[in-house]
């Protein structure tokens, strides 16, 4: 469906969305190329989200820098109109078509922004750094369980066999040993290449030995894997736990998340998962940086902390704007899941 800018008005509604699988990979082509053509223009969260407000408001009352967006890409209005319609019909197909190709969810700021719930800023006005809390129990830990505040409990995954047995080596004799490991990270996980050019898993456990040692003049690298094959879990989790501090009641995920490299890490991302977030660093330092969603920007700060080897880190990635930078030299590996 191809729709021009001056076609786009509030009084000609737009029809359910095909679900053919077509349509669904025409879904993920066309956000992918939207980002992508917006990041590089330098287009800001604020804006992206002043489009959406501007679909309800007549044109005169639209900022310059507003209008300018929507003559970026045609597809920004396409877009926009489809995640903000207030047809429930409509935007329930959309989302449903959108959840089920994964290449929309890791980077696509336009979806976060237009289908995310409004933050509380409430959350985050009094914060301007991370909640560090020594190793601690269930019963300590109570408290804090569900406060959404980002909390580093230091020292938690110290002891965690994991932390001197998990490393790149470890991983490619698992997937190489398990049948149809790599598959299904391919068909039923997730792979993550971030800014990396690896395509799948398999290619990186490919790589030449010198990358895989970010040796001098080849390019650093940095994924991420959600693993759900029984079998690969069945053997990760004999040299790990679920956070021993997390409530007895609470609802775990059954998949579990592995990001390992160099450098540069996650970009600035909003997380599309249920629940809240645990991440265990178990090699090297990872330096995150949290802002606010744009309407807290006015009363909450933008917060930066060091994650170090053994520590826990509990954060609401659906509600923090997220990113992470790996110490120069280092290599990361972490574990992650979520509980709620």
Known sequence: MKIAVGEITTANPVRPPETS????????????????????????????????KCLD???????????????????????????????SYYFDGMMKSALSVKCVLPNNYVFWEATRPVMDCRICSNLTAVKILNNLTRSDFKPFAYSYQPILVKG??????????????????????????????????????FKSNFTSLQEVFSMPEDRV??????????????????????????????????PEEAEHSHIEFV????????????????????????????????TPTPECE?????????????????LDTRQWYHDTYILDGEFSITVSSEYG
Request: aromatic share 14%.
């Open 57 to 87: 408001e007549p044109v005169d009352n639209c900022s310059h820098s507003t209008l300018g967006l929507w003559a970026i890409t045609p597809l920004v209005a396409v877009i926009f109109v489809v995640v903000v319609s207030d047809s």
């Open 213 to 246: 040692r970010n040796s001098v003049d080849t390019h650093p690298w940095y994924i991420g894997w959600s693993n759900c094959h029984p079998e690969v879990l069945k053997e990760m989790r004999k040299y790990y736990e679920k956070p021993h501090f997390l």
């Open 259 to 290: 990001f390992m490299g160099y450098q540069q890490g996650a970009f600035m991302h909003l997380d599309y998962i249920s629940r809240l977030m645990w991440q265990a660093q178990l090699k090297g330092h990872k330096v995150w940086r949290l």
């Open 21 to 52: 699988s077509g349509t669904k990979s025409d879904l993920c082509d066309r956000f992918v190329a939207l980002n992508e053509s917006l990041l590089r223009k330098g287009v800001r969260l604020d804006e992206l989200r002043g489009v959406a």
């Open 298 to 314: 006015s009363v909450c700060s933008s917060i930066s902390f060091t994650v170090s080897p053994g520590d826990i880190l509990l």
């Open 156 to 193: 938690a995954a110290a002891g965690w066999p994991a932390v001197q047995e998990f490393d790149y080596a470890f991983f490619k004799r698992l997937f190489e040993a398990v049948p149809e490991a790599y598959k299904s990270v391919d068909e039923d996980c997730q792979f993550l290449n």
